[in-house]
């Protein structure tokens, strides 16, 4: 398995997911402004999963604010 920080390059890939019907009730969906603030904001990870040359999935990870040294997927 390989994760990697996604970049812009990847936030049409994470909006096209986030777009799928059986899957907003899961993950939610976030505007297109939203999904850079996550690359630039130092509490949150946005991920890509990528095991081959194509990326599959996303995650986003987050501090929690009220509790340093966990972090909420």
Known sequence: MSLRAATEADLP??????????????IGTDTPQGLRDYLA???????????????????VLHQAPANPGRVEL
């Open 13 to 26: 890939f994470v909006a096209a997911i986030q777009a799928r019907p059986d899957l907003m009730a899961m």
């Open 41 to 59: 904001h130092p509490d949150y990870r946005l991920l890509i999963w990528q095991p081959d040359a194509a990326a599959l999935g996303f995650a």
